[in-house]
C-alpha cells in the first residue's frame, strides 16, 4: 500500500519520493481532485496547502465521508482560529505546520503511514537530511567535536572534508554560538532550536547565516546552515533604494491642492505623505454640561473601532496644548504597554477650529523619528488646515497661503477650465518672463501660452479620469516667444460654495536639466570611446552581470564578457592553480573592502595561452542610479619579462661567485681529507676508527654545507604570507634571545611599529637570529645589544628620501652592536656567499646572505653602518602593505573609543581597566539617557558601544534602537547578567554584534573587541 501526497501548487519544493511509498497528485483547484479514495489502494493522506481553509476541510470530510477511514495528515497554516477550531474539535486530521525541513517531514509521514509510529530511527533521518543537496549540516556530539560534514557544506564554502572532521564547531562558529548550541543536548524535549550568527567559510570569509540545530540522540545533533548573505546584499540594497524613492515634490503638489477640503482623498494623501500604518482623524468635542472632551473617530468609517482607553489622555493632551506631539512607546515600559502592542510611535496633529476641531493621528507599530523636513510639513499643514477651516475667512488664513505661494520657487497658478487665469505666484510670472498678473488676464492659456494646445487638452483629459496629474512635461511660451520646457503638476478643485471648478498647478522650469541631460547623452559616445580604445583594461559590473568590457580587456586576455559571470569566475578561469586563485581573490576583495590600497598583481593565461602579469585596482561608482564595481588592469607583462631578465642576470652573477665559492669550500675539505688520508699511508700501524671518525666528520660537515645552501635557495622563493604583527614577532624573538645570548651581553629594546608586512614569521625569527649571532661574534668580550622598530618613511629616514619614491610607508627593524666594528672592505662582501671573519676549519658565512635573500625578496632593504672599534648598525625595511589597513576602524590615526553604558560600577571599572590596558580610550556612563547624549556629544570619537540591557531612566533595548537610528552602522555590544532570550536574540538579529554575558570572560572579551575593531586583520587573512 502507498500514500496519496496531495500537493497544492502553493507549495513548491524538491521532494524526493520513493515510487514503492507514495504517490503524488499536484492541484490547483479542488475540483481536480477526486472526491473518493480506497483505503484498500492508499494507507493514508498528506494534504499540503500553505493556507488551510474552510474549503479545505470541507474536502477532507467529504472524504470520509465516502469511506475513506484512514489516517489524514494536513501540513499548513489554518487561516483563523476558527478553521484550527474545527479541525480539533471534529478530529478531521492531524495538522501541522510546514517544517523548515519539508522534505524530512514529508518522507516522516509517508514513513510513518507505511510503518506505523515505529519508524523514527534518529540516524535514518540523519542520513536523509545529509542526501539533500542543497541543504549544507554537520553531525556535532555533545563536546562539539565535527563528527560529518554532508556533500552540501563542503561544496558550498568550498572545504575539505579532512580538515572539518574531528575539528571543534568553534572553527565554524563563535564561541557563544556554539554554547547554545551545545545547549540542546540538555533541552532534549525541544526538537529544534534556530538563531543566527556569523560563519567562516574555508578562507575565513564572514558569512551571515541562519543554523538551526535538530536532535537526533543524546549523543548526537545535526546543524543546518542556510547561507544569508545574499539576503543581506539584497536587504542593504533595498534600504538605499528606499532612501532614494522619496518623492517629495510630487506628494507636496498634491498635498497643497488638496489641503482646501478635508476629504477621503486629503487622508488617503497624508498616508502617502507620510507613511503610517494607520491614519485617524480623530473630531473633539465638549460636552456642553460638564465642558469635558470627548472624542470620536471620524476616518476611517468603520464601526466598533476604538482607540485603547490609555491613549485618550495622550490625545487630549496634545489637543490642549495645540502644539504638533511626537510620542514614543516601549514594550519594556510598564505603563505603555497596552499602547506599545497598538502603536510604538503616534504623531498628534491637532487642529482647533471654531467649527469642528479635530485631531490628526499617524499611528506606527514599529520605532519612527521623523526627520526636520517631516516635521516642518506637520507643523505647515497644523498650520495650513487650522486656518483653511476658520470662519474669519480674510487676513490670517490669506496672508499664511500667499507669503507660502509668494516664496515659492515653483510656479504656482488656478485657472478655470476654459483656460483664464484666477491667479499666479512671483515664481510663475518669472518662468514665463511676465512682469504682473494683469498681463495674463486677457489671454487664453491653451492659445497663448502652450506650443502645442494639445498639451492642454491632455492635461485636461487627465484631471477629468483621476482628478490629478504629476509631472507632465510640456512646452510653453514666455512672453519674449522663447520656448521653454516645464514639468507640470495640476489636480481638479471644486469650490462647493460657488459650484465651480478650477484648477490649481505647479510648474517647474526643466529646460536647463533637460540641456544638461542632451549633452551628457550627445557626451556619452565620446566617454564610451575613451573608454573602450583606452591603454588600459577597463570592466565596470553590477547586479549580476558586466556593463563595461572595452577592447583592451578583450585584446589582451582573449574573451569576451559573456565569458565570466564575475570578476572572481574570470580570475579562476585565468589562473591554473586553484589556490593561487583564491588568494588572488581574497586581495581583490580586501582592496575593495578599504582593507587594502595596494594594486594586486595577478600572474594570469590569455585564452590563446599566453602568460599575462595585470595589476589591477577597482573603486565604487554609480552609473544611472546604479551601484557598479569599475576594475582597472594596467598591463605589466613587459616590464616583468624586463625585470625578470634582469633579475636572472644579477642571480647568474650571484650564483656563479657562490657556484666557485662552494667549489673552493668543497676542494678545500676534499683536500684536507686527502693529506690526512695521505698521512695514514706512511704509518704502519693505521687506527681504523680515527681514519672512519675523520672521513665521517668531514661528510657531515659537508651535509652541512649543502643544507645551508638549500635553505638560501628556498629563501629566494616568492613570498605569499602577510605578517600581520611583526612587532609581536620581533617581542617574541628578543624573549627568545634573552635566554640564548651570552650573559655578558645586554639587551635593550624599543618597539614602536604596527602594520603588515609580506613575510613569514619564521623566517623574521631567523633573521633575528642571525643578526643576534653575528652580534654576539663581534662582542666577544661582551656588550650591549639595541634592537628597534619603528614605521618610517621618506619624510622621516634619510636612506629611504635617497632610494625609494615618497608616499610608502616601511617597518624598520634596527640592529645596533658595541662591538668591533668592521672597515668598509668587510662592510662591502658581508653578504656575499661563505664570507666571514672568523678562524677555524668551521665553514661560515652564510648567515648574512640568507638575510639578503629574505629582504630582497620581500622587495625590502638593508642598510649597513660601521667603522673598526665603534661597532655596527644594521637597519633593515621591509614595506608596509597598506596605511588604509591600519586606519580603517581607527579614525584618522587615532586610537579607538569605547563607550560602556552600564549602572554597576563594578562592572565598568572592570571593562575599563582591560580596555585601558590594551591601548584604548574608554568613556563611561551609568543609564541609558546619560549613554546617548554622550554618543551625540563624541559621535566622531565613538568606535564601539557596549550597552546593559537592564538599566534606570532607558533601558538598554531603548538605547540600543536610538543609538541604531542616530547611526545604523555603529558597532553595539550587549551584555546582561539576567537571562532574556527572546530580547537578546531580537537585538543580535536586528543587528547587534555579540552579547558579552555577566561576569564576562576576559579573553572572550578582547577576542570579541578586536573582531570588531580590527576587522582588516580577518581579511588579511
Not at 681514519?691 to 635553505?711: H, W
Request: hydrophobic share 40%; net charge negative; aromatic share 10%.
Amino acid at each position: 500500500m502507498k500514500t496519496l501526497l496531495l500537493v497544492h501548487e502553493s507549495v513548491q519544493f524538491n521532494f524526493y519520493r520513493p515510487d514503492n511509498y507514495s504517490d503524488q497528485v499536484s492541484f490547483s483547484t479542488f475540483d481536480e481532485l477526486p472526491t473518493f479514495i480506497d483505503p484498500k489502494v492508499y494507507n493514508g493522506i498528506v494534504f499540503l496547502k500553505r493556507a488551510i481553509d474552510i474549503e479545505s476541510l470541507h474536502y477532507i470530510r467529504v472524504l470520509q465521508e465516502n469511506g475513506f477511514s484512514r489516517k489524514v495528515y494536513m501540513l499548513g497554516t489554518p487561516v483563523t482560529e476558527d478553521v484550527y477550531r474545527m479541525i480539533i474539535k471534529d478530529d478531521l486530521s492531524d495538522v501541522a505546520e510546514i517544517s523548515p525541513f519539508p522534505e524530512i517531514q514529508l518522507q516522516s509521514l509517508v514513513l510513518r503511514c507505511h510503518h506505523g509510529q515505529a519508524e523514527s530511527s534518529g540516524s535514518y533521518w540523519g542520513e536523509v537530511l545529509f542526501q539533500l543537496e542543497h541543504v549544507p549540516a554537520v553531525r556535532v556530539n555533545p563536546a562539539g567535536i565535527i563528527l560529518k560534514a554532508n556533500e552540501a557544506l563542503i561544496n558550498h564554502f568550498h572545504f575539505n572534508v579532512f580538515n572539518l572532521e574531528g575539528q571543534h564547531l568553534t572553527k565554524l562558529i563563535p564561541d557563544y554560538t556554539v554554547e547554545q548550541i551545545l545547549s540542546h543536548f540538555r533541552q532534549p524535549q525541544t526538537t529544534s532550536l534556530s538563531g543566527r550568527c556569523n560563519f567562516f567559510d574555508a578562507e575565513e570569509n564572514i558569512i551571515p547565516i541562519r543554523y538551526t540545530s535538530l536532535l537526533l540522540s543524546r549523543d548526537e545533533l545535526i546543524l543546518t546552515i542556510d547561507d544569508l548573505s545574499q539576503l543581506v546584499r539584497l536587504k542593504r540594497q533595498a534600504d538605499r533604494l528606499n532612501q532614494q524613492l522619496v518623492q517629495e515634490h510630487q506628494l507636496l503638489d498634491r498635498l497643497l491642492v488638496e489641503s482646501l477640503s478635508i476629504s477621503d482623498e486629503l487622508m488617503e494623501l497624508l498616508q502617502q505623505v507620510f507613511v503610517p500604518d494607520r491614519v485617524f482623524r480623530i473630531a473633539v468635542e465638549q460636552e456642553a454640561q460638564n465642558k469635558r472632551l470627548s472624542t470620536s473617530i471620524v476616518y476611517p468609517v468603520s464601526p466598533g473601532e476604538q482607540l485603547p482607553d490609555p491613549f485618550l489622555p495622550y490625545l487630549l493632551d496634545a489637543y490642549r496644548t495645540d502644539e504638533v506631539t511626537i510620542l514614543h512607546f516601549s514594550v519594556n515600559n510598564k505603563n505603555h504597554q497596552d499602547i506599545a502592542l497598538w502603536a510604538q510611535t503616534a504623531i498628534l496633529i491637532p487642529v482647533k477650529r471654531e467649527m469642528n476641531p479635530f485631531v490628526f493621528l499617524f499611528i506606527y507599530k514599529n520605532h519612527f523619528e521623523p526627520d526636520s523636513f517631516t516635521y516642518a510639513l506637520l507643523r505647515y499643514i497644523k498650520s495650513l488646515l487650522g486656518a483653511s477651516g476658520s470662519p474669519n475667512t480674510g487676513a490670517e488664513e490669506n496672508d499664511f497661503f500667499h507669503n507660502f505661494m509668494d516664496n515659492a520657487r515653483e510656479g504656482m497658478y488656478k485657472s478655470t477650465l476654459d483656460g483664464h487665469l484666477v491667479y499666479a505666484n512671483p515664481a510663475f510670472l518669472k518662468i514665463l518672463g511676465y512682469d504682473n498678473i494683469a498681463e495674463l488676464k486677457n489671454i487664453t492659456i491653451p492659445e497663448n501660452l502652450y506650443i502645442n494646445p494639445g498639451d492642454r487638452e491632455e492635461l485636461l483629459a487627465g484631471l477629468q479620469k483621476t482628478g490629478y496629474v504629476d509631472f507632465m512635461e510640456t512646452v510653453l511660451r514666455t512672453k519674449a516667444g522663447k520656448k521653454i520646457q516645464v514639468q507640470e503638476s495640476a489636480c481638479l478643485y471644486r469650490d462647493a460654495r460657488k459650484g465651480v471648478a478650477y484648477i490649481t498647478g505647479i510648474i517647474r522650469d526643466v529646460s536647463v536639466t533637460r540641456a544638461l541631460q542632451n549633452q551628457l547623452k550627445n557626451n556619452s559616445r565620446l566617454i564610451s570611446d575613451i573608454i573602450d580604445y583606452a591603454s588600459v583594461l577597463i570592466a565596470g559590473y553590477s547586479d549580476g552581470k558586466w556593463l563595461i568590457w572595452n577592447q583592451k580587456m578583450e585584446h589582451t586576455l582573449g574573451y569576451d564578457k559573456e565569458a565570466f559571470r564575475d570578476f572572481n569566475h574570470m580570475v579562476n578561469t585565468l589562473v591554473e592553480d586553484r589556490r593561487t586563485a583564491q588568494f588572488y581573490n581574497a586581495r581583490m576583495s580586501e582592496f575593495l573592502t578599504g582593507g587594502s590600497d595596494e594594486a594586486v598583481e595577478m600572474e594570469l593565461k590569455s585564452k590563446s595561452g599566453l602568460p599575462l602579469s595585470i595589476s589591477w585596482t577597482a573603486s565604487y561608482s554609480e552609473l544611472n542610479g546604479q551601484e557598479i564595481t569599475i576594475f582597472f588592469g594596467v598591463d605589466v607583462t613587459r616590464a616583468r619579462i624586463l625585470e625578470r631578465r634582469k633579475r636572472e642576470t644579477e642571480n647568474m652573477r650571484l650564483m656563479s661567485n657562490m657556484s666557485s665559492r662552494i667549489a673552493d669550500v668543497f676542494h678545500t675539505y676534499f683536500e684536507d681529507m686527502a693529506h690526512q688520508l695521505s698521512a695514514y699511508k706512511t704509518k704502519e700501524d693505521v687506527d681504523k676508527e680515527k681514519l672512519i671518525e675523520i672521513i665521517g666528520q668531514s661528510f657531515l660537515e659537508g651535509n652541512r654545507i649543502a643544507e645551508q645552501v638549500a635553505k638560501l635557495f628556498k629563501a629566494s622563493h616568492p613570498i605569499n604570507k602577510i605578517l600581520l604583527k611583526p612587532n609581536l614577532a620581533v617581542e617574541n624573538s628578543i624573549q627568545i634571545l634573552k635566554t640564548t645570548m651570552p650573559e655578558s651581553i645586554d639587551i635593550h629594546f624599543s618597539l614602536d611599529a604596527h602594520g603588515q608586512i609580506r613575510l613569514e614569521e619564521s623566517q623574521l625569527e631567523q633573521i633575528m637570529l642571525n643578526l643576534a649571532l653575528n652580534a654576539a661574534s663581534a662582542m666577544r668580550e661582551g656588550g650591549t645589544l639595541f634592537i628597534e622598530t619603528k614605521v618610517v618613511d621618506t619624510e622621516k629616514d634619510s636612506f629611504l628620501r635617497l632610494n625609494v619614491l615618497p608616499g610608502q610607508k616601511y617597518f624598520k627593524l634596527m640592529f645596533r652592536d658595541t662591538g668591533s666594528g668592521m672597515d668598509d672592505k668587510t662592510r662591502e662582501k658581508m653578504f656575499e656567499p661563505f664570507f666571514t671573519t672568523s678562524t677555524g676549519k668551521a665553514v661560515k658565512g652564510l648567515g648574512a646572505t640568507y638575510i639578503y635573500f629574505i629582504v630582497k625578496t620581500a622587495h625590502g632593504f638593508i642598510d649597513v653602518q660601521s667603522a673598526v672599534g665603534e661597532g655596527t648598525v644594521v637597519n633593515i625595511y621591509f614595506p608596509l602593505l597598506s596605511d588604509k589597513a591600519q586606519s580603517k576602524t581607527i579614525k584618522a590615526g587615532k586610537t579607538p573609543t569605547i563607550l560602556v553604558v552600564d549602572d554597576q560600577l563594578t562592572v565598568r571599572e572592570l571593562m575599563k581597566d582591560i580596555f585601558v590596558s590594551d591601548g584604548y580610550n574608554v568613556m563611561e556612563a551609568d543609564n541609558g539617557e546619560d549613554g546617548l547624549r554622550i554618543y551625540k556629544e563624541n559621535r566622531e570619537r565613538i568606535d564601539l558601544v557596549i550597552v546593559d540591557i537592564i538599566m534606570p531612566k532607558m533601558n538598554g533595548a531603548e538605547l540600543y534602537y536610538a543609538l541604531h537610528e542616530q547611526n545604523p552602522q555603529l558597532p553595539i555590544l550587549i551584555t546582561s547578567g539576567h537571562s532574556n532570550e527572546d530580547l537578546k536574540r531580537s537585538l543580535i538579529e536586528h543587528g547587534a554584534r555579540g552579547y558579552i554575558p555577566k561576569p564576562p570572560d576576559v579573553a572572550k572579551l578582547r577576542t570579541q573587541i578586536n573582531e570588531i575593531l580590527h576587522v582588516e586583520e580577518k581579511i588579511a587573512k
